[in-house]
T-cell receptor, first 113, second 109 residues
């Protein structure tokens, strides 16, 4: 079955450390997205990529970095520069620039300890 | 980013009751989507709307694309316990979707 896989499901990080969240899709979707979700808030766009080797900043890109070396993969690195990284992170993908909506992964909950 | 106002923020209803929630914006959108998110999971697409005035059903769910293209509503009829979750609206403008803040639904058996 095609889908989008995020790993790990839960991640703990010490302050000052970088951490990378994985996102893989086998839907042959061109576009991929990273969102951050905090309690009581909507989904906020961190980065998105519409094609391999190209990506754009979303509304809250500071303290995050991404790469898109393969169509299937769009990893997100949470750097030590991100002041409040504890959150639920969602990866999504879409075809045709999202005209048919996004398919979401099951999320990674990152906790900074 | 674009601001989508979703209301109500939370709802507590008895099983069997109907539910209505809506999403409004000051901006025009070309597509409206409604998603449901179970706790600790990613959102799942429920209904997609592509034309102003469009009314679409998916089982007990009905959604409409507002005629002004600045709003949308979602109705759930005869709620059941598994309807519990957070419901998000999303509006498309250009290459991006913008998400509402969510409506948290609790169904009391």
């Amino acid at each position: 079955d095609g889908g989008i896989t995020q790993s790990p499901k839960y991640l703990f990080r010490k302050e000052g450390q970088n951490v990378t969240l994985s996102c893989e899709q086998n839907l042959n979707h061109d576009a991929m997205y990273w969102y951050r979700q905090d309690p009581g808030q909507g989904l906020r766009l961190i980065y998105y990529s519409q094609i391999v080797n190209d990506f754009q900043k979303g509304d809250i890109a500071e303290g995050y970095s991404v790469s898109r070396e393969k169509k299937e993969s769009f990893p997100l690195t949470v750097t030590s520069a991100q002041k409040n990284p504890t959150a639920f992170y969602l990866c999504a993908s879409s075809r045709d620039r999202g005209n048919y909506g996004y398919t979401f992964g099951s999320g990674t909950r990152l906790t900074v300890v | 980013g674009q601001q989508l106002n979703q209301s109500p923020q939370s709802m507590f209803i008895q099983e069997g009751e109907d539910v209505s929630m809506n999403c409004t914006s000051s901006s025009i959108f070309n597509t409206w989507l409604w998603y449901k998110q179970d706790p600790g999971e990613g959102p799942v697409l429920l209904i997609a709307l592509y034309k102003a005035g469009e009314l679409t059903s998916n089982g007990r769910l009905t959604a409409q694309f507002g005629i002004t293209r600045k709003d949308s509503f979602l109705n759930i009829s005869a709620s059941i316990p598994s309807d519990v979750g957070i419901y998000f609206c999303a509006g498309q403008r250009g290459n991006q979707f913008y998400f509402g803040t969510g409506t948290s639904l609790t169904v009391i058996p």
